[in-house]
């Protein structure tokens, strides 16, 4: 069973850059879409970025232009650029197979936009 461990956020103030990674436990070659997921507080849990297997992304309008997703297959790692952060960013974000989450959640990593 994959285990997925996000880290990297921390408080950060707002036009301020983060790097957010997802190790995950397993092989994660297989999966063909993984993402990046944010829940804020009293909001529902959305998909920010997807990045297809082979390289290709996809941003949710909110973020586009701002943050980046990758992958590297061989490190089993997916990671997150953000950059010109705004208080709005603030959630707890995740990582999951997309849009189907097919892994167990992880415990998220706390990412606050904050002068």
């Known amino acids: 069973q994959v285990q997925l461990v996000e880290s990297g956020g921390g408080l950060v103030q707002p036009g301020g850059s983060l790097r957010l990674s997802c190790a995950a436990s397993?092989?994660?070659?297989?999966?063909?879409?993984m993402g990046w997921y944010r829940q804020a507080p009293g909001k529902r849990r959305e998909l920010v970025a997807s990045?297809?297997?082979?390289?290709?992304?996809n941003y949710a309008d909110s973020v586009k232009g701002r943050f980046t997703i990758s992958r590297d297959n061989a490190k089993n790692t997916v990671y997150l650029q953000m950059n010109s952060l705004k208080p709005e960013d603030t959630a707890v974000y995740y990582c999951?197979?997309?849009?189907?989450?097919?892994?167990?959640w992880g415990k998220g990593t706390l990412v606050t936009v904050s002068s």
């Open positions: 990045v297809t297997r082979g390289g290709s992304t």
């Open positions: 397993g092989n994660i070659f297989s999966i063909i879409l």
């Open positions: 999951n197979s997309a849009p189907n989450t097919v892994i167990d």
